[in-house]
């Protein structure tokens, strides 16, 4: 069974510094990789998607991230912060074996909170 | 374009009742799928409709049920609530083809009393 760790739970970081969320997930076989932000009181946003090709995927708000297949990590990445990122942010995994839109299995999110 | 819907926002029910949460899928949209997230985790797969029928269900027990109508908006029902099932319910659309992307709506924040 796919899974998906977070490492962190809670990351602080001043305004303008650059952030990484970490994900890690376990599989057997090979994912399709998600990276979603949920902000208070809203449902979730897909920032980015890996399903193929490049291992750096560009996604929305300046957002990128890293599929590195040995170490079974998809790091979240981002440069300068901006206040307005403030929100939790999940990594989630699916079965490419499956056909249609298989489930997300989602880790438990990474509370990003930029400081002014 | 209309995005993924949802109704009520919120809704407060005591143990032991039945209740019923609505999800208008994004336009085009023929696969909807249900989530629960409970209180500082991550969403947890429910179920999905495909085409009116269930197309895959998550570890969860028969008290939880759904329904999808011909123009794809979809239903999800649970019986005999229990104080466990307080969380936010997430509904998400998507296209049946390989693109993977699931629209995900605002939810539904159910507190069992």
């Known amino acids: 069974a796919q899974s998906v760790t977070q490492l962190d739970s809670q990351v602080p970081v001043f305004e303008e510094a650059p952030v990484e969320l970490r994900c890690n997930y376990s599989s057997s076989v090979s994912v399709y990789l998600f990276w979603y932000v949920q902000y208070p009181n809203q449902g979730l946003q897909l920032l980015l998607k890996?399903?193929?090709?490049?291992?750096l995927v560009k996604g929305i708000n300046g957002f990128e991230a890293e599929f590195n297949k040995s170490q079974t990590s998809f790091h979240l990445r981002k440069p300068s912060v901006h206040i307005s990122d403030t929100a939790e942010y999940f990594c989630a995994v699916s079965d490419p074996r499956l056909s249609g839109n298989t489930p997300l299995v989602f880790g438990k999110g990474t509370r990003l909170s930029v400081i002014a | 374009e209309t995005g993924v819907t949802q109704s009520p926002t919120h809704l407060i029910k005591t143990r032991g009742q039945q209740v019923t949460l609505r999800c208008s899928s994004q336009s085009g949209h023929n696969t909807v799928s249900w989530y629960q997230q409970a209180l500082g985790q991550g969403p947890q797969f429910i179920f999905q409709y495909y085409r009116e029928e269930e197309n895959g269900r998550g570890n969860f027990p028969p008290r939880f049920s759904g329904l999808q109508f011909p123009n794809y908006s979809s239903e999800l029902n649970v019986n005999a609530l229990e104080l466990d099932d307080s969380a936010l319910y997430l509904c998400a659309s998507s296209l049946s083809s390989g693109m993977r992307e699931q629209f995900f709506g605002p939810g539904t924040r159910l507190t069992v009393l």
């Open positions: 890996y399903l193929s090709g490049s291992t």
